[in-house]
Every structure is written in structure tokens, then in C-alpha cells.
T-cell receptor, first 118, second 114 residues
């Protein structure tokens, strides 16, 4: 059971290049999330998905696109990378969203992808 | 004013010390409060959560919520070098469903020295 994995771990892009970050989870979770983490800014939600075939915008969606064609995978795309997108990107998944029956539903995070845009 | 404020530290304490980590918030709709721990170059992991006001204890960790003051705390007793990490508070107004979103603090970097 690998949990949440992210590919690649590191990447350096030039301004204007495109790339796709892959997130995979083997826990049969319905919900998946993409966050970015920047110094002094904390974790911010980019996009999320409540199930296969669905996506929704988070707090900072501009410049990113996502797809959830398979339940276990959540892809984050940068069509034309900008230096402002230099960040550490975390994917997370949860069985459901939030708290039910007094039990919080844990978001499990991947190890992150460090992206630098020159 | 940001929705969630957290002192980024860094905080350095000797082994065995009691550590107090805090967050303040402005959104009175927040009612679910969490603490995540993030080791260097790793993803965050859920440490504790509480609902509404009150205390919750789990081993050496105690989470407190004071909704009247919009203030939450995480106490670590008998701190260990293995507690060295960044601690992030997170909050939500909703209990679940597609409206469920976490708002994170910036994180406090804690170092426990042997």
C-alpha cells in the first residue's frame, strides 16, 4: 500500500513550457486535491475533485488545469509555466470530505513535487 | 486581515520542554479545527482535530479551541527531538461534502534540541 504518490519529485522548467504532474492513490479514495505550498503563504488549494470525472476550482486555480479520468489518478497541468508557479506542489486524497459522525476524514498527502520555473 | 494567522517562528526549545503553538482566525463560521505536522521535505500529516470549543488530549499532545476568542492552541508536553517539524493549523466551516475546504495557517517551524 503506497498511499499517495507523486511524479516527478523535482522539475525545472523554462517560462512558457508546459508539464503535467501526476498524483496516484491506491486507497480507493473519492476525493483528491492539489495544493501549492510557498514560503510565508502556507498551503493553498488549487483544484480538487469529488469523484472520477469531476473537478472544481480551489483558492488559486489560475494557470492550472486538472483532470480526473480515473478514480486513482489526479493530474495537474501547467500549460504555460510562469516563475510565479515556482512552488512545492502537494496532492492529497480522502475517502470523503470533511467530518462525519464526529470522525474527521483524514486528507493523506503525497511527498510533494518541487517545481522551479526559470 | 488573513482568515488564519499563525506565527511562523522559528521556535527552538530544549528537550522535555512544554511547547505552545497557536493560531488565530477571523472567520466566525469555522467550527472544525485541525493540526497537521510536516517533517522537512515531506507532506503534511494529520495530528489532531477538534470540533467547536474545548480540549482534546492524545498522549503528549493537547489541542484547545476557544471560539469566543477565535484562538486555537496545540500543546506538546515532554517535547522530543522527533517532534521537530513544521506544525500547521487548519480550519473549516463545513462538516463535509463538496463545500468542504480547509484553510491552513502558514505553519510554525519547531526545533527540539537534545
Amino acid at each position: 500500500n503506497a498511499g499517495v504518490t507523486q511524479t516527478p519529485k523535482f522539475r525545472v522548467l523554462k517560462t512558457g513550457q508546459s508539464m503535467t504532474l501526476l498524483c496516484a492513490q491506491d486507497m480507493n479514495h473519492e476525493y483528491m486535491y492539489w495544493y501549492r505550498q510557498d514560503p510565508g503563504m502556507g498551503l493553498r488549494l488549487i483544484h480538487y475533485s469529488v469523484g472520477e470525472g469531476t473537478t472544481a476550482k480551489g483558492e488559486v486555480p489560475d494557470g492550472y488545469n486538472v483532470s480526473r479520468l480515473k478514480k486513482q489518478n489526479f493530474l495537474l497541468g501547467l500549460e504555460s509555466a510562469a516563475p510565479s508557479q515556482t512552488s512545492v506542489y502537494f496532492c492529497a486524497s480522502s475517502y470523503r470530505a470533511g467530518i462525519a459522525g464526529g470522525i474527521t476524514d483524514t486528507q493523506y498527502f503525497g511527498p510533494g513535487t518541487r517545481l522551479t520555473v526559470l | 486581515q488573513k482568515e488564519v494567522e499563525q506565527d511562523p517562528g522559528p521556535l527552538s526549545v530544549p528537550e522535555g520542554a512544554i511547547v505552545s503553538l497557536n493560531c488565530t482566525y477571523s472567520n466566525s463560521a469555522f467550527q472544525y479545527f485541525m493540526w497537521y505536522r510536516q517533517y522537512s521535505r515531506k507532506g503534511p500529516e494529520l495530528l489532531m482535530y477538534t470540533y467547536s470549543s474545548g480540549n482534546k488530549e492524545d498522549g503528549r499532545f493537547t489541542a484547545q479551541v476557544d471560539k469566543s476568542s477565535k484562538y486555537i492552541s496545540l500543546f506538546i508536553r515532554d517535547s522530543q527531538p522527533s517532534d521537530s517539524a513544521t506544525y500547521l493549523c487548519a480550519m473549516s466551516a463545513d462538516s463535509g461534502g463538496s463545500n468542504y475546504k480547509l484553510t491552513f495557517g502558514k505553519g510554525t517551524l519547531l526545533t527540539v534540541n537534545p
